[in-house]
């Protein structure tokens, strides 16, 4: 079965750190732009970071909200994609989930059609709270 599994999400307080798992299971991830996206409650799902594949143009893009803060990277060993979470906000409370679907990570850029992503998996929640 080809899915991406998400892990790694919990309850931290503001300032801490949290690191996302995106694992492939039944592909390789290294031929696939990754994305992380959010969804906090009662808003729309938001893009946040993508990195291209792994013999694209080294493309890494991060919301502008999260720029600093936060980095993505990927172990073509582990075939899986992480995504490092440092000085998180309250704001950043959600539940994160990673795609290789409609998305495309290139020249900086990271775009993605949302009408084409019907499939997503169970995500891992992010709660920043004191």
């Known amino acids: 079965q080809l899915q991406l599994v998400e892990s790694g999400g919990g309850l931290v307080q503001p300032g801490g750190s949290l690191r996302l798992s995106c694992e492939a299971s039944?592909?390789?991830?290294?031929?696939?732009?990754i994305g992380w996206f959010r969804q906090a409650p009662g808003k729309e799902r938001e893009g946040v970071s993508c990195?291209?594949?792994?013999?694209?143009?080294?493309?890494?893009y991060y919301l502008d909200s999260v720029k600093g803060r936060f980095t993505i990277s990927r172990d073509n060993a582990k075939n899986t994609v992480y995504l490092q979470m440092n000085s998180l906000k309250p704001e950043d409370t959600a539940r994160y989930y990673c795609?290789?679907?409609?998305?495309?990570?290139?020249?900086?850029?990271?775009?993605?059609?949302?009408?084409?992503?019907?499939?997503w998996g169970q995500g891992t929640l992010v709660t920043v709270s004191s």
């Open positions: 795609a290789k679907e409609a998305i495309w990570c290139y020249n900086g850029n990271f775009y993605y059609a949302s009408s084409m992503m019907d499939s």
């Open positions: 039944g592909f390789s991830l290294y031929n696939h732009a």
């Open positions: 990195i291209s594949s792994g013999d694209g143009d080294g493309t890494t």
